[in-house]
C-alpha cells in the first residue's frame, strides 16, 4: 500500500498523456491578405479531431454568413477540418469560427480572419458559436467523475474476490453492485450529454433524436455504447457466479480479465492514447495503467469492508495477499505513469511552466497525504501478519521430540521424578525449593518470549483463563488452537512499535488498519477528482507545439499605440490623447485607425491627423499613412510596411489653423 501511493506521485493516476487538440495553422493564413477568393477552408490540428454538422462558420465584410458546404476531413487526414466555400466571395475581410471535438472527447474551438484583395476599412466581429453551457460542462465532469470512480470500484472488488481469496465475499457484494449501477448510470449520462457537450447547448438538447443518432455514430459515442454492452456482460458473469465458491477457477478468472481490458478500452479508444505519438503503446499502457488503478485503489474498498465484516482469523492471510497484489500494481503503475508523464508533459520545464504542470504538482502534494497513511497502513499490515508467521513457527516445533527425562536425586518420591518428566500429559511444576532446576526446560525469557518455548516443569497444569483447552501439550487436539493465540501473544508482545501499541490484540490492530486504509480511500478519491481535472487540461507537450506555430485560432495581432500630446492652448482639443490601431502590425498592407480624445476624455473631431512611419536601421521612410477622414476617427487601410522591425511613428495632430503637434512613438512589425 505504501508503494502504491508511491505510484501516483510518480504523475500516473488515470490522467492522460495529451489532451485537447491544439490548431497548428490555418489555410488561408490567419490574417492574411490573397489575391483571390479561396475554395476550400483547411485547419491543421497537432491531432486527430471529430467534426460538427455546424464545424466552420464564416462572415463576410458585411457581416453576414457566408454559405458553405459540409465539413470534412482533407484528403483523409483526421488531424485536418475543411470545408468549400460554395458562393462567390467578394473583396474584403472575413471572419472563420470553427468548432471540433479533439481526440480526447473535449471540445475546441477559436476564430481567425483573411482578406481578399485588400482588408475591409471595419473590423469583423467573429462569433465563435454559443460559449460554453456550465450545467452542462458540470453534469458531463460529475459524470466522468463517477465513472472513472465506479469502474475502479468494480474492478477493485471483483479482483480482490479472486486473488485474495477472503473466506467470505458477503461484504464484497453491496460495493460490487452499486459500482456496476453507478457505471451503468454514469455511462448512460455521457452518451445522452455527448451531443449538448459538443456543441455547448443546454442539457435539454440531449433528448434530441437527431442529435443522439449523430453521437451514436462517434467514436465516442460508439466507445460508450461498447461499454453499456460490456456491463450487461458482467452482470451475467456475476449473476451466474452469486453463491458459487468457484470464482478462484481459471476460467472464471480468464473471463474477468478479459471483461475488464474491455471495459479499459473502452476509455483507451476514445481519447489520446488513440491518437498522437507512439499510438500502440499509448493504448497498451492506457489499459493497464486503468486497469492497475481499479486493482489498487478498488482493492482499498474492498480490504476496508474485509476489515469492517470479515472474520479476524482470516485477516492474517488475507491482508499479505493484497499486498503482494497492491505491489505488482505499484509497479505496472509507475512504469505506464511515468510513460504518460513523458508523453504529455514533453519536457522538464513543462512541469513549471504550463497549467497542466502545477496541476500535476497539486496531485503530487496530495499523494504526500497519501504516503502518510500508506505507512501507517503498512506497520499495522506487519503485525496482523505476524500471528501467522508465529503460528507456523509454532506449528514447525510442535511436533519435536519432548526433552530427556532428567534423573532426580536419590530419596526423591516418584511422584516428583514424574513431575519432571514432560511427556504428553499435564503436569504440575515442582514448588520451588523441592528440586533442583531443569537447566534444559527451564523458560528463562518470561513473557517477552514466544509462546513456542513454553514447555517443561515451568508450566501451569490449567488452562489460561479465557483461552479455552490447553494447547501447550502439544498433542493433536491442542495443535489448531495453540498457533494462533500463542501467535498472537507473541505478535502482541513484539510489536513493531512497542509502546502503547505493544499491547493490542487482533481486533485492536485490525480497527487500527481499518483506520489508516479509510484515510487512504479518502485522499486517494481526492487524487481521482484532480486527475479528472487533469484530463480536461491543455498538456505541456500541446502546448508548446502549439505556441510554435503563429497564434492561430485567436484574432490576428493588432498594435494599439496610445499618442498623448498638447498644443499649448487652453481648450478641450488643445489637450489629449490619440487612439491609434495598427492591424495586423505585420509586414505588407496594415490598416489605420486613429481616434482622437480631448481633455475631458471624451471624443473630439479635430482638422486633421496626420501619421507617418520610418525605419531607422534600414533608413526607410517616412511613408505617409495618408489617413482620411471616416466620420468620428481617421483612418486608412492601404499602408504598407514592407520589412519586420521597430518602426517610428510620427503622429500630427492639428487642431486649429494654426495650431498642432507631433509626437513619436515606437511599434513593432513583426514578419
Same mark, same amino acid.
Given at each position: 500500500?505504501?508503494?502504491?501511493?508511491?505510484?501516483?506521485?510518480?504523475?500516473?493516476?488515470?490522467?492522460?498523456?495529451?489532451?485537447?487538440?491544439?490548431?497548428?495553422?490555418?489555410?488561408?493564413?490567419?490574417?492574411?491578405?490573397?489575391?483571390?477568393?479561396?475554395?476550400?477552408?483547411?485547419?491543421?490540428?497537432?491531432?486527430?479531431?471529430?467534426?460538427?454538422? &455546424?464545424?466552420?462558420?464564416?462572415?463576410?465584410?458585411?457581416?453576414?454568413?457566408?454559405?458553405?458546404?459540409?465539413?470534412?476531413?482533407?484528403?483523409?487526414?483526421?488531424?485536418?477540418?475543411?470545408?468549400?466555400?460554395?458562393?462567390?466571395?467578394?473583396?474584403?475581410?472575413?471572419?472563420?469560427?470553427?468548432?471540433?471535438?479533439?481526440?480526447?472527447?473535449?471540445?475546441?474551438?477559436?476564430?481567425?480572419?483573411?482578406?481578399?484583395?485588400?482588408?475591409?476599412?471595419?473590423?469583423?466581429?467573429?462569433?465563435?458559436?454559443?460559449?460554453?453551457?456550465?450545467?452542462?460542462?458540470?453534469?458531463?465532469?460529475?459524470?466522468?467523475?463517477?465513472?472513472?470512480?465506479?469502474?475502479?470500484?468494480?474492478?477493485?472488488?471483483?479482483?480482490?474476490?479472486?486473488?485474495?481469496?477472503?473466506?467470505?465475499?458477503?461484504?464484497?457484494?453491496?460495493?460490487?453492485?452499486?459500482?456496476?449501477?453507478?457505471?451503468?448510470?454514469?455511462?448512460? /449520462?455521457?452518451?445522452?450529454?455527448? #451531443?449538448?457537450?459538443?456543441?455547448?447547448?443546454?442539457?435539454?438538447?440531449?433528448?434530441?433524436?437527431?442529435?443522439?443518432?449523430?453521437?451514436?455514430?462517434?467514436?465516442?459515442?460508439? /466507445?460508450?455504447?461498447?461499454?453499456?454492452?460490456?456491463?450487461?456482460?458482467?452482470?451475467?458473469?456475476?449473476?451466474?457466479?452469486?453463491?458459487?465458491?468457484?470464482?478462484?477457477?481459471?476460467?472464471? $478468472?480468464?473471463?474477468?480479465?478479459?471483461?475488464?481490458?474491455?471495459?479499459?478500452?473502452?476509455?483507451?479508444? #476514445?481519447?489520446?492514447?488513440?491518437?498522437?505519438?507512439?499510438?500502440?503503446?499509448?493504448?497498451?499502457?492506457?489499459?493497464?495503467?486503468?486497469?492497475?488503478?481499479?486493482?489498487?485503489?478498488?482493492?482499498?474498498?474492498?480490504?476496508?469492508?474485509?476489515?469492517?465484516?470479515?472474520?479476524?482469523? &482470516?485477516?492474517?492471510?488475507?491482508?499479505?495477499?493484497?499486498?503482494?497484489?497492491?505491489?505488482?500494481?505499484?509497479?505496472?503503475?509507475?512504469?505506464?505513469?511515468?510513460?504518460?508523464?513523458?508523453?504529455?508533459?514533453?519536457?522538464?520545464?513543462?512541469?513549471?511552466?504550463?497549467?497542466?504542470?502545477?496541476?500535476?504538482?497539486?496531485?503530487?502534494?496530495?499523494?504526500?497525504?497519501?504516503?502518510?497513511?500508506?505507512?501507517?497502513?503498512?506497520?499495522?499490515?506487519?503485525?496482523?501478519?505476524?500471528?501467522?508467521?508465529?503460528?507456523?513457527?509454532?506449528?514447525?516445533?510442535?511436533? +519435536?521430540?519432548?526433552?530427556?527425562?532428567?534423573?532426580?536425586?536419590?530419596?526423591?518420591?516418584?511422584?516428583?521424578?514424574?513431575?519432571?518428566?514432560?511427556?504428553?500429559?499435564?503436569?504440575?511444576?515442582?514448588?520451588?525449593?523441592?528440586?533442583?532446576?531443569?537447566?534444559? +526446560?527451564?523458560?528463562?525469557?518470561?513473557?517477552?518470549?514466544?509462546?513456542?518455548?513454553?514447555?517443561?516443569?515451568?508450566?501451569?497444569?490449567?488452562?489460561?483463563?479465557?483461552?479455552?483447552?490447553?494447547?501447550?501439550?502439544?498433542?493433536?487436539?491442542?495443535?489448531?488452537?495453540?498457533?494462533?493465540?500463542?501467535?498472537?501473544?507473541?505478535?502482541?508482545?513484539?510489536?513493531?512499535?512497542?509502546?502503547?501499541?505493544?499491547?493490542?490484540?487482533?481486533?485492536?490492530?485490525?480497527?487500527?488498519?481499518?483506520?489508516?486504509?479509510?484515510?487512504?480511500?479518502?485522499?486517494?478519491?481526492?487524487?481521482?477528482?484532480?486527475?479528472?481535472?487533469?484530463?480536461?487540461?491543455?498538456?505541456?507537450?500541446?502546448?508548446?507545439?502549439?505556441?510554435?506555430?503563429?497564434?492561430?485560432?485567436?484574432?490576428?495581432?493588432?498594435?494599439?499605440?496610445?499618442?498623448?500630446?498638447?498644443?499649448?492652448?487652453?481648450?478641450?482639443?488643445?489637450?489629449?490623447?490619440?487612439?491609434?490601431?495598427?492591424?495586423?502590425?505585420?509586414?505588407? &498592407?496594415?490598416?489605420?485607425?486613429?481616434?482622437?480624445?480631448?481633455?475631458?476624455?471624451?471624443?473630439?473631431?479635430?482638422?486633421?491627423? $496626420?501619421?507617418?512611419?520610418?525605419?531607422?536601421?534600414?533608413?526607410?521612410?517616412?511613408?505617409?499613412?495618408?489617413?482620411?477622414?471616416?466620420?468620428?476617427?481617421?483612418?486608412?487601410?492601404?499602408?504598407?510596411?514592407?520589412?519586420?522591425?521597430?518602426?517610428?511613428?510620427?503622429?500630427?495632430?492639428?487642431?486649429?489653423?494654426?495650431?498642432?503637434? +507631433?509626437?513619436?512613438?515606437?511599434?513593432?512589425?513583426?514578419?
Amino acid at each position: 500500500m505504501l508503494l502504491g501511493t508511491l505510484l501516483v506521485l510518480l504523475l500516473g493516476g488515470a490522467a492522460p498523456a495529451c489532451a485537447h487538440s491544439a490548431l497548428r495553422g490555418t489555410d488561408p493564413g490567419d490574417g492574411s491578405v490573397v489575391p483571390r477568393a479561396p475554395r476550400h477552408i483547411t485547419l491543421t490540428f497537432t491531432e486527430s479531431v471529430g467534426l460538427l454538422d &455546424d464545424s466552420f462558420r464564416v462572415f463576410g465584410p458585411d457581416r453576414r454568413r457566408v454559405p458553405t458546404g459540409e465539413a470534412a476531413h482533407a484528403d483523409g487526414r483526421s488531424d485536418t477540418a475543411r470545408v468549400r466555400l460554395t458562393g462567390k466571395l467578394a473583396q474584403g475581410t472575413y471572419a472563420v469560427a470553427w468548432r471540433v471535438v479533439s481526440a480526447d472527447s473535449h471540445p475546441v474551438s477559436g476564430a481567425f480572419t483573411f482578406s481578399v484583395g485588400k482588408r475591409s476599412a471595419t473590423t469583423v466581429p467573429i462569433d465563435t458559436g454559443p460559449a460554453e453551457d456550465p450545467l452542462t460542462d458540470g453534469l458531463h465532469d460529475l459524470a466522468r467523475y463517477l465513472a472513472y470512480l465506479a469502474a475502479a470500484l468494480l474492478v477493485g472488488t471483483a479482483a480482490f474476490a479472486s486473488l485474495c481469496r477472503p473466506a467470505g465475499t458477503a461484504p464484497l457484494r453491496r460495493p460490487l453492485v452499486a459500482a456496476w449501477w453507478t457505471l451503468l448510470g454514469a455511462t448512460a /449520462a455521457l452518451l445522452l450529454l455527448r #451531443a449538448p457537450y459538443e456543441s455547448g447547448a443546454g442539457p435539454l438538447a440531449a433528448f434530441d433524436p437527431g442529435a443522439l443518432g449523430r453521437t451514436l455514430s462517434s467514436r465516442p459515442g460508439l /466507445a460508450l455504447l461498447a461499454r453499456l454492452v460490456i456491463l450487461l456482460l458482467i452482470a451475467a458473469l456475476l449473476v451466474r457466479r452469486s453463491g458459487r465458491r468457484d470464482h478462484h477457477r481459471p476460467l472464471v $478468472r480468464a473471463a474477468g480479465t478479459f471483461l475488464a481490458v474491455g471495459l479499459a478500452l473502452t476509455w483507451a479508444v #476514445a481519447e489520446h492514447a488513440s491518437a498522437g505519438i507512439q499510438v500502440p503503446q499509448a493504448m497498451a499502457s492506457s489499459v493497464l495503467h486503468l486497469l492497475a488503478t481499479g486493482v489498487w485503489l478498488g482493492g482499498l474498498v474492498a480490504l476496508l469492508l474485509t476489515l469492517r465484516g470479515g472474520p479476524v482469523d &482470516d485477516l492474517a492471510a488475507v491482508v499479505p495477499r493484497f499486498s503482494r497484489v497492491a505491489f505488482a500494481s505499484v509497479a505496472v503503475l509507475a512504469v505506464t505513469g511515468l510513460y504518460q508523464s513523458w508523453r504529455g508533459l514533453g519536457s522538464l520545464p513543462a512541469l513549471t511552466g504550463t497549467p497542466y504542470g502545477r496541476l500535476l504538482l497539486v496531485k503530487v502534494a496530495a499523494v504526500c497525504v497519501l504516503l502518510l497513511a500508506a505507512e501507517r497502513s503498512r506497520r499495522w499490515t506487519a503485525r496482523i501478519a505476524a500471528p501467522a508467521a508465529a503460528g507456523a513457527t509454532v506449528a514447525s516445533t510442535a511436533g +519435536t521430540a519432548p526433552p530427556a527425562r532428567v534423573p532426580q536425586p536419590a530419596g526423591v518420591s516418584a511422584s516428583r521424578a514424574g513431575a519432571a518428566d514432560p511427556g504428553p500429559a499435564h503436569r504440575v511444576a515442582s514448588p520451588s525449593g523441592t528440586g533442583p532446576a531443569d537447566p534444559g +526446560t527451564a523458560h528463562t525469557d518470561g513473557d517477552s518470549g514466544s509462546g513456542a518455548g513454553r514447555s517443561g516443569p515451568l508450566d501451569r497444569s490449567g488452562p489460561e483463563v479465557g483461552s479455552g483447552p490447553d494447547v501447550r501439550s502439544g498433542g493433536p487436539d491442542g495443535d489448531a488452537g495453540s498457533g494462533a493465540r500463542r501467535a498472537d501473544r507473541f505478535a502482541d508482545r513484539s510489536g513493531t512499535d512497542g509502546g502503547a501499541d505493544a499491547g493490542s490484540g487482533p481486533d485492536a490492530r485490525r480497527r487500527g488498519l481499518r483506520r489508516s486504509v479509510l484515510v487512504e480511500v479518502a485522499v486517494a478519491a481526492v487524487v481521482l477528482a484532480i486527475t479528472t481535472v487533469l484530463t480536461g487540461t491543455l498538456p505541456g507537450r500541446a502546448e508548446a507545439e502549439a505556441a510554435r506555430q503563429a497564434r492561430a485560432g485567436a484574432l490576428p495581432p493588432t498594435a494599439q499605440v496610445t499618442v498623448p500630446f498638447d498644443t499649448g492652448t487652453d481648450t478641450v482639443t488643445g489637450r489629449g490623447t490619440v487612439q491609434v490601431t495598427l492591424d495586423p502590425a505585420r509586414v505588407g &498592407d496594415n490598416g489605420v485607425q486613429a481616434v482622437v480624445y480631448g481633455s475631458d476624455t471624451g471624443l473630439v473631431v479635430v482638422p486633421e491627423v $496626420r501619421i507617418t512611419f520610418s525605419l531607422p536601421s534600414r533608413e526607410l521612410g517616412p511613408i505617409d499613412a495618408e489617413l482620411t477622414d471616416q466620420g468620428g476617427y481617421w483612418g486608412t487601410n492601404a499602408v504598407n510596411l514592407p520589412l519586420p522591425g521597430t518602426w517610428t511613428m510620427k503622429t500630427t495632430v492639428r487642431v486649429s489653423d494654426v495650431d498642432q503637434v +507631433t509626437e513619436e512613438k515606437r511599434v513593432r512589425i513583426v514578419p
